[in-house]
């Protein structure tokens, strides 16, 4: 399983840099936590990882080959997927096809199989559905199945976003903020999943500002402020570091 | 020869511009297009028509053409856009329920004309001619240079130095959050649609007397050019259908007069195809807005 | 029923050749892309048949064939420039690409017979043919409602960013939607001008246009059923209000009015949607006894 | 008896300021006809007036329609351009007889059911193409036609033919559009460039609004303007005004009338409808006459059939009826004559070129 | 202030709330918790009336809200910041804020720009962004930052939490607990069932559609069932 790795990566909009030299590593088979303050640029990282950003600087490989100048399609190929800070799932359809999307680049049959109608087309196709139904059931939401996604409550819409991102079963899942919007209880829930995905050997990179559930999952956290990397390492030490407790933390509840 | 005709373009595009702005404030506000303008214009032209020959003076007849108009715009509203609206995803729908109206209002046109082209009886305006520089432009020319320019004023001091604009651009980005922020998404719709009416009337009068001719299907080469030109300049931009329509009626006018005759139509939209391949949000297109607005 | 055949064949074929037009339509919006260029397809479509045929004797079936390889290469080539542009814009570019075909065939007056067009194009189609190719375009229709294809259309027309970040190539389906538009579009444009005996440009402006997006904005966007729906009013239309004579636009105009206003899906899709929702609502009711007839069991 | 036709005209859409007005003439022949008893005691024409709404699906479902009414005689219409041949193919598969409005020969190539009203511009175009090229003497023509009806590219490219053929050169050739009605920059490009003549060959409101732009644009004066038959309706002089003074053009139909028959046509029109008579609507006043005639003749030799009607139709001659020379024949190629006047716009009225 | 009785909302035949009464006293800071899909949204959508409900009263301010637009409850001075923020993203910071004010109408409000900037710094900093490209965290201040400077009697917030640091939690909380205290009405939807029963006085819990708690918060912060549903360990 391939590991990805951040070299020196900057983003810069006009003036403001709002991702400055950072390296990093999402390893495969673990949660690798990224967190900061608002505006400091997590959702910019995610978002040059997949494709959707150019880097103003530095490199991003996966298992060694350059995917930094790649398109987001590509790079979704490549086995990278991720789900979306402000939802985004195809209102619309129901929550089954939103999964079915999912599983894009498995797919095999051709396009004149699938105009034709064969019957690899139509195997393979019930195949997916077979594995959808799976996954929904895995993330509680089967009955759901056939509702239009854009009529869910919040909190499931999140879920069918994860469901999606990881149906291909991509090696890395890009994870911005997955738990929003949850409550403790439903936040075990999904950790639960996160956990069993690691153990299969995906590399997971989890942003999230609910830190408790960070240092729960994850081996490795990295924290930025401002574009920069201001700690990284245990997630235990890292929180404790007084300069993240300053900028992210807060010392009043936490 | 070259100066006369980009004059007789630019008469012809502020006419284009004052047409195409309200095409562009309905587009800006509720992403539809409006198939039914083209006939708001006509009946501008036939309203003023009708109340000139009936004896009203003839600046009564535009100003109550103009109001007519207003109104026949709101009520394309109430008829063809509300209720599809209030279901959200409308634009596709509403292309089908405004050419609905436009069919309606064409027809009673046609009744109303008999189908005859109608003209405003002479000297319904003066007709003066001026030369200076060789040029040679008309009383009417100048009138309807001066009074475009006038309005395109006015309205860009209205969207700009009052909160409509504001409440405009809110309810275009999400009407919804709007309502809930205190917007009255009804009023903006109203007004945007009133001013949209009037404008196309007063165009539809201005273009029946510049080329003395009014006939029901009059608003459908002008439906054609106002999607270009709303399009080109940049939804929903004014200052884009603004400069659009100037450089469309000028494009024409100077086509017409160096290029074959049968190819004009190729060549402009030829033209149209490179500017949106150079830019493909339009000349004044915001391209945050039409990339789909909101990051992740 | 020979003499209502006999009667209202026109009607029925016109249906059959709107029904066909419809699906070039809706092939591009269904992949979100707003494109209007059905009109110039059919005209390239039309426009080789017609000439292949009255001036060079060309066997029929492979002129149309022709046509219609031509009109999709056309969509191709299209799409190359167009994938920049989205929307609205999309949709005046097409617009563009379809006056300037007119233009351009108004123009080449030795090779198209300009505004007079081409006349004498032999009349071999009938309602059994129109049928038989009808069905098959349905058949492909709707393999691509029921594989893979049709998702990713799905997907590109809601979000373009969520197709792509799942690896959908944009730019690769865009360019098919217009290739399959383009085809279906040159296909029967080809077998128009096999019927009416005489095409000019006019035929292929603005009003076709409108009359094919209104056939799959009434019909529906989505559904196979949606262009039959919406070609069999657009063909009943004028024969009920025909009494109306010259009130008849009215008329029309009211009536489209009030379909898309209570119908705002189309006709074709709301039904297919209903249809769907009480499928669904009996699999949800079932889901739902099963689950409790297994807690049931589980807590006894 | 009752002899049942349709009167198919183009009462909406783009050929409606024809169609509608051809409806009006034909059905006020009609009911002429009728009350003077012109088919005998008790015998009477039954018409019913339908709308091929300018489209070609419309018309040719409706005519197929027709076609299986065994008790339609003959169809007047469909109006024009390909609406009209679409009509007369189907007329021809159906064998049923239409007598299209349009003056395009390919209607009646087309087959022995089809017919057309007006004459084509082999007949038409001469007389005002040898004006130009030999009354006038003109030498270099500026030509403005519509570039988006067959019937009126037809007539302009026949007359560039005549008068290119009587060594007149032409200047220049310009489309506008049957839509259109901003002429400023072709005007001013016609007023700033050189000819002897400009000839117009486009419907009479549009033609009267195109003089009235040329002028504005500074067109010299002295320079002949000519335009064909379309312009003799009342409307190029409504329309026109002052500016249309000394227009040349040829009519089928001089306004007002010129003899009994059609001064009283003239009158009883303007008194029924409020709107003075133009040329369409005498060539549908006109074509009934023709149609009226033939159902007669066809009634007297025993055959009231569709084939009876054609038959009949095929040999009219010298129907007298309200324009051109005042009689109406169909030639031995089915091709209709009545003649033409040429015509000049002289203080304010249309006079006769010559007397 | 507002007094909610008996309220039925219904989508195409789903029931989402069948028959909830609640009430909110002026001065008093009230959470609503519940799980995914409960129909905490929901039910402020109805009260900002803009989802349709199906039977039920809802007296805001002494007057029943049946029939007004959502714009005219916002005018009185019912403010709702939506789920998922709803910014105008094409307009800039300081544009939205200034949309926020239309709600004042003609009514008077101690919140001003300077005191929303106050509150929030980086939307001073950041007055001329375009709305669109904040981040995630400030697209949530900005929400609230406009529904303040409409002039708020009540403040309807749906998770205002959701997608902010710790420490920017911490100092919303703080603010929302100054203006709670300088007299400003809260009802509060919140994922952060913890913190939101600590920030109120008073709590209701919310289960597919019906209330089946209400109380104290620090009572139904010890109660068990609550701490299994919705606290976690
Ligand atoms: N297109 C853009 N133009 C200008 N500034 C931008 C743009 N996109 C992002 N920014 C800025 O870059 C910074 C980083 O934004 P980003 O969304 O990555 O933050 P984040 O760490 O994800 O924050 P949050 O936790 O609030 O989601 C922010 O200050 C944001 O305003
Ligand atoms: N527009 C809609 N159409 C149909 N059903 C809807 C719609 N909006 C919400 N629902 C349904 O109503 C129920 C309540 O949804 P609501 O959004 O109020 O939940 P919530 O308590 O806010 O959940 P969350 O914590 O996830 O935001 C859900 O089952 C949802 O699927
Ligand atoms: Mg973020
Ligand atoms: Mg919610």
């Keep these: 399983m391939p590991s990805l790795h951040l070299e020196g990566v900057s983003k810069h909009f006009g003036g403001l840099k709002a991702v400055d030299d950072i390296t990093m590593v999402v390893p495969p088979g673990e949660i690798t936590g990224l967190i900061g303050p608002n505006g400091a640029g997590k959702s910019t990282v995610v978002n040059m990882i997949s494709g959707v950003l150019s880097l103003t600087h530095g490199d991003i490989r996966l298992d060694g080959t350059s995917i930094a100048t790649d398109r987001s399609d590509i790079v979704a190929r490549r086995g990278v997927s991720r789900t979306f800070q402000n939802i985004r799932l195809l209102p619309e359809a129901t929550v089954l096809e939103n999964v079915l999307i999912g599983f894009h680049r498995r797919e095999h049959a051709g396009v004149v199989a699938n105009l034709l109608g064969l019957p690899a087309a139509l195997r393979e196709d019930r195949a997916f559905r077979e594995r959808a139904h799976s996954l929904l059931d895995r993330f509680g939401l089967d009955e759901y199945a056939d509702t239009e996604a854009g009529n869910l409550a919040y909190g499931h819409q999140r879920r069918v976003e994860m469901a999606r991102a990881i149906a291909s079963e991509p090696d890395i899942v890009l994870l911005d903020e997955p738990v929003a919007g949850m409550n403790d209880v439903e936040s075990d829930e999904l950790a639960t999943i996160f956990r069993e995905l690691a153990n299969s050997g995906m590399g997971l990179l989890l942003i999230e500002h609910n830190v408790g559930f960070v240092t729960r999952l994850c081996k490795q956290v990295y924290v930025l402020d401002s574009g920069r990397m201001i700690a990284s390492g245990d997630p235990h030490e890292v929180t404790r570091d007084p300069k993240v407790v300053a900028a992210y933390i807060g010392t009043s509840k936490h | 020869m070259l100066s006369q005709q980009i004059l007789n373009g630019l008469v012809t595009g502020s006419v284009y511009a004052l047409f195409s702005l309200g095409f562009t404030l309905i587009f800006g506000v509720q992403k539809l297009l409006n198939f039914a303008h083209g006939a708001t214009?006509?009946?501008?032209?036939?309203?003023?028509?009708?109340?000139?020959?009936?004896?009203?003076?003839?600046?009564?007849?535009?100003?109550?053409?103009?109001?007519?108009?207003?109104?026949?715009?709101?009520?394309?509203?109430?008829?063809?856009?509300?209720?599809?609206?209030?279901?959200?995803?409308?634009?596709?729908?509403?292309?089908?329920?405004?050419?609905?109206?436009?069919?309606?209002?064409?027809?009673?046109?046609?009744?109303?004309?008999k189908t005859q082209v109608l003209n405003f009886p002479f000297g319904t305006f003066p007709v003066k001619f001026y030369t200076f520089m060789g040029l040679r432009i008309s009383l009417l020319q100048l009138v309807i240079l001066a009074t475009v320019a006038v309005l395109v004023a006015l309205l860009i001091f209205y969207l700009k130095k009052t909160t409509f604009g504001r409440q405009v651009r809110a309810v275009a980005t999400n009407e919804r959050a709007a309502a809930l922020l205190g917007v009255n998404a009804q009023s903006v719709y109203l007004q945007t649609f009133f001013i949209a009416g009037a404008l196309a009337g007063l165009a539809g009068v201005l273009i029946g007397l510049l080329f003395n001719s009014m006939q029901f299907l009059m608003g459908e080469p002008y439906m054609l050019r106002a999607f270009v030109v709303v399009v080109i300049g940049g939804l929903g931009s004014v200052p884009g259908a603004i400069v659009a329509s100037l450089m469309l009626g000028v494009m024409q006018s100077l086509t017409v007069a160096y290029l074959p005759s049968g190819l004009t139509d190729a060549i402009i939209f030829a033209l149209l195809f490179v500017v949106l391949l150079i830019r493909p949000n339009g000349l004044f297109g915001d391209a945050n807005a039409v990339a789909g607005g909101t990051r992740q | 029923m020979i003499q209502f055949y006999y009667a209202y064949q026109p009607i029925i074929d016109f249906f059959l050749l709107s029904v066909g037009f419809g699906y070039s339509q809706q092939i591009a919006l269904r992949a979100g892309v707003f494109s209007i260029a059905t009109a110039g397809f059919a005209a390239i479509g039309a426009y080789t048949v017609a000439i292949l045929v009255t001036k060079s004797g060309f066997p029929i079936a492979a002129s149309v064939v022709l046509g219609m390889v031509i009109a999709g290469v056309g969509g191709l080539l299209l799409s190359l420039p167009l994938a920049r542009l989205r929307g609205a814009f999309q949709a005046i570019a097409t617009l563009a690409f379809v006056q300037i075909v007119i233009s351009l065939l108004l123009y080449a007056e030795d090779f198209t017979g300009g505004a007079l067009g081409v006349t004498g194009i032999p009349r071999v189609m009938n309602t059994g043919i129109l049928l038989v190719i009808v069905a098959v375009v349905m058949y492909v229709m709707w393999s691509i409602g029921r594989t893979g294809l049709g998702r990713i259309f799905d997907a590109l027309r809601q979000e373009e960013s969520v197709a792509a970040s799942l690896g959908v190539n944009i730019g690769r389906y865009h360019a098919l939607a217009f290739i399959l538009s383009g085809a279906v579009g040159g296909l029967f444009g080809g077998l128009q001008s096999l019927y009416v005996f005489q095409i000019e440009p006019h035929n292929f402006g603005f009003a076709f246009m409108v009359n094919v997006l209104t056939v799959v904005i009434l019909g529906g966007r989505t559904t196979l059923l949606g262009p039959i729906m919406g070609a069999a009013i657009m063909a009943i239309l004028p024969e009920l209000a025909r009494p109306l004579a010259e009130y008849r636009p009215a008329v029309n105009g009211v009536i489209l009015i009030l379909v898309i206003t209570f119908l705002p899906n189309g006709v074709g899709d709301e039904i297919v949607f209903w249809f769907r929702r009480r499928r669904h609502a009996a699999a949800a009711a079932n889901r739902a006894q099963a689950k409790e007839a297994k807690d049931a069991v589980t807590s006894s | 008896e009752e002899y049942k036709m349709v009167i198919l005209q183009s009462l909406t859409g783009g050929a409606a300021f024809i169609g509608k007005n051809v409806a009006d003439g034909a059905a006020m022949a009609a009911d002429e006809l009728n009350a003077n008893g012109f088919f005998g005691e008790g015998n009477s024409l039954v018409y019913e007036v339908a709308d091929d709404a300018t489209d070609r699906t419309q018309t040719l479902s409706l005519i197929t329609r027709l076609a299986a009414d065994e008790d339609v005689l003959i169809v007047m219409g469909p109006t024009s351009g390909s609406v009209a041949l679409a009509g007369a193919n189907v007329a021809n598969e159906r064998e049923f007889p239409v007598i299209t409005t349009t003056n395009s020969m390919e209607v009646i190539e087309n087959g022995p059911w089809s017919f057309i009203l007006t004459q084509p511009a082999d007949v038409t175009i001469p007389y005002i193409a040898d004006f130009t090229a030999q009354t006038l003497g003109a030498k270099n023509c500026a030509i403005i036609g519509v570039k988006d009806n067959e019937a009126y590219v037809a007539l302009q490219r026949k007359y560039e033919d005549l008068i290119q053929a009587q060594g007149v050169n032409l200047a220049s050739v310009d489309g506008v559009a049957l839509a259109d009605s901003d002429f400023s920059a072709l005007a001013t490009k016609i007023a700033t460039s050189e000819q002897d003549c400009v000839f117009i060959g486009t419907p009479a409101a549009q033609g009267a609004n195109l003089v009235i732009q040329l002028r504005q644009a500074g067109l010299d004066?002295?320079?002949?303007?000519?335009?064909?038959?379309?312009?003799?309706?009342?409307?190029?002089?409504?329309?026109?005004?002052?500016?249309?003074?000394?227009?040349?053009?040829?009519?089928?139909?001089?306004?007002?009338?010129?003899?009994?028959?059609?001064?009283?046509?003239?009158?009883?029109?303007?008194?029924?409808?409020?709107?003075?008579?133009?040329?369409?609507?005498?060539?549908?006043?006109?074509?009934?006459?023709?149609?009226?005639?033939?159902?007669?003749?066809?009634?007297?030799?025993?055959?009231?059939?569709?084939?009876?009607?054609?038959?009949?139709?095929?040999?009219?001659?010298?129907?007298?009826?309200?324009?051109?020379?005042?009689?109406?024949?169909?030639?031995e190629h089915r091709v209709p004559h009545f003649g033409m006047k040429v015509l000049q716009v002289k203080d304010g009225a249309f006079a006769v070129v010559g007397e | 202030m507002l007094n909610v009785k008996d309220l039925h909302v219904s989508y195409k035949g789903i029931k989402a709330l069948r028959g909830v009464s609640l009430h909110v006293e002026e001065g008093e800071m009230v959470a609503l918790i519940g799980s995914n899909g409960a129909g905490k949204s929901t039910l402020l959508n109805a009260l900002s009336n803009a989802v349709r409900r199906k039977a039920g009263e809802i007296v805001f301010g002494g007057r029943e809200t049946r029939g007004l637009n959502p714009h005219a409850v916002a005018r009185q001075g019912l403010l709702h910041v939506p789920e998922g923020r709803q910014i105008l993203a094409d307009m800039s910071v300081y544009e939205n804020l200034l949309v926020g004010q239309i709600a004042l109408g003609r009514r008077t409000t101690r919140y001003t720009l300077d005191h929303v900037y106050e509150l929030f710094p980086v939307l001073e900093e950041r007055r001329d962004q375009i709305a669109g490209t904040l981040s995630g965290g400030q697209q949530q201040m900005l929400a609230i930052g406009r529904a303040l400077m409409g002039g708020p009697e009540l403040l309807l917030l749906d998770e205002p939490s959701l997608g902010l640091s710790p420490l920017i939690t911490d100092q919303v909380f703080d603010a929302l607990t100054r203006l709670n205290e300088e007299g400003l009405t809260v009802l509060l939807v919140e994922q952060n069932a913890l913190r939101a029963l600590e920030a109120t006085s008073r709590a209701y819990v919310l289960d597919r559609g019906l209330i089946t708690h209400e109380g104290p918060s620090a009572e139904l912060a010890g109660d068990q069932t609550i701490i299994e549903s919705y606290l976690g360990a």
Aim: with cysteine.
């Design chain 2, 41 to 113: 214009f006509m009946a501008g032209a036939f309203i003023a028509y009708y109340c000139t020959i009936s004896g009203l003076p003839f600046l009564l007849a535009i100003g109550f053409s103009m109001v007519a108009t207003g109104v026949i715009a709101i009520l394309v509203d109430l008829i063809a856009f509300r209720s599809l609206r209030k279901r959200g995803n409308a634009e596709f729908p509403a292309l089908v329920s405004s050419i609905g109206v436009d069919l309606i209002l064409v027809s009673i046109a046609q009744q109303v004309s």
């Design chain 4, 221 to 331: 004066p002295s320079i002949p303007i000519l335009g064909h038959n379309a312009f003799a309706s009342p409307t190029f002089i409504e329309k026109g005004g002052a500016a249309v003074e000394n227009v040349y053009l040829m009519g089928a139909w001089v306004p007002g009338g010129y003899d009994d028959f059609s001064s009283a046509f003239s009158t009883n029109f303007e008194a029924k409808t409020g709107i003075p008579a133009d040329e369409w609507h005498a060539v549908g006043y006109s074509g009934m006459q023709v149609i009226a005639n033939a159902i007669k003749d066809a009634v007297a030799a025993g055959a009231v059939t569709r084939e009876g009607v054609r038959d009949a139709l095929g040999t009219q001659t010298d129907i007298p009826v309200v324009m051109g020379e005042g009689t109406y024949s169909y030639d």
